[in-house]
């Protein structure tokens, strides 16, 4: 686990130049310092996040991620680059490390994947995906091509149980789950790579738009 400009991976310098232009690394919007790093190899894959098992497609001395995060009062945010690979969220690691969130994401480039869940596969393979996953699931998320992603953790107790359980973990497509992907991403870019200062009150409306794509009938009564 390397700076993210320490070493070079596999994948392209060029596509990683490509994609910190347009993630924005170099046009900052605040002073507040982002997370990053950058995952390689074996030794990359093996000691991946506590929270998560990554298991790279092909060999996994060709594993390649470049990551920026960062957790605001409410909500956590992640961006990154990926290599063709499997992460799961296991029933061991759920056991062993307890995450109290509700993953949101999105994949910023069309993508070939799927997301593993209760016995079911759901394709992501389409422009602006928005998917909402309990980290207290199990679940997987495959990338079968190199992948962009964008996510915001937000707080499990913020999210109604219920919604939750009778949406998909892949949100159907309608123009509002495409429009909060591109919400997502943007909200993501600007927070984990950009530096933004956001306050309370945005991190609210973040969450409040996010919740409402699981059921669009309850976001309408509550506004009433």
Same mark, same amino acid.
């Given at each position: 686990?390397?700076e993210?400009? *320490?070493?070079p991976?596999?994948?392209?310098s060029q =596509?990683?130049?490509?994609w ?11 002073? $507040? ?5 950058? =995952? ?10 506590? !929270? #998560?098992?990554?298991?790279p497609?092909g ?5 390649d991620e470049?990551?920026?995060? /960062?957790?605001l ?8 680059l ?6 799961s969220?296991?029933s061991? /690691?759920i056991?062993? =490390?307890?995450?109290p969130?509700?993953?949101f994401g999105?994949?910023?480039t069309?993508?070939?994947?799927? +997301?593993?869940?209760?016995? /079911?596969?759901?394709?992501? !393979?389409?422009?602006?995906p928005l998917a ?7 679940f997987? @998320?495959? $990338?079968?091509? +190199?992948?962009?992603f ?9 999210? *109604? %149980?219920d919604?939750? &359980?009778?949406?998909?973990? @892949?949100? %159907? ?9 591109? #919400?997502l991403?943007?909200?993501a ?7 933004a200062d956001? *306050? ?9 738009l996010?919740?409402s794509?699981? $059921?669009p009938?309850? &976001? ?5």
């Amino acid at each position: 686990m390397t700076e993210p400009d *320490d070493l070079p991976g596999s994948l392209d310098s060029q =596509r990683v130049h490509d994609w910190h232009h347009r993630v924005g690394k170099t046009n900052q919007l605040g002073g $507040n310092r982002s997370r990053r790093l950058h =995952r390689q190899g074996i030794s990359g894959a093996e000691n991946y996040m506590p !929270t #998560f098992t990554l298991d790279p497609d092909g060999d996994p001395a060709d594993f390649d991620e470049y990551l920026f995060w /960062r957790p605001l009062s409410l909500v956590v945010t992640y961006v990154l680059l990926r290599t063709p690979a499997t992460m799961s969220r296991t029933s061991a /690691r759920i056991t062993e =490390r307890h995450s109290p969130y509700v993953l949101f994401g999105t994949a910023d480039t069309l993508v070939h994947g799927h +997301v593993i869940t209760g016995g /079911r596969e759901h394709s992501y !393979t389409r422009p602006n995906p928005l998917a909402a996953l309990s980290m207290s699931q199990p679940f997987s @998320v495959t $990338n079968d091509s +190199v992948a962009e992603f964008s996510s915001v953790w937000v707080p499990a107790e913020m999210v *109604d %149980p219920d919604d939750l &359980a009778a949406s998909d973990p @892949v949100i %159907p497509d309608s123009p509002l789950s495409r429009a909060t992907a591109v #919400f997502l991403r943007n909200f993501a870019h600007d927070v984990a790579v950009r530096g933004a200062d956001v *306050d309370v009150d945005t991190e609210m409306a973040a969450i409040d738009l996010l919740r409402s794509t699981l $059921n669009p009938h309850r &976001a309408r009564t509550a506004s009433a």
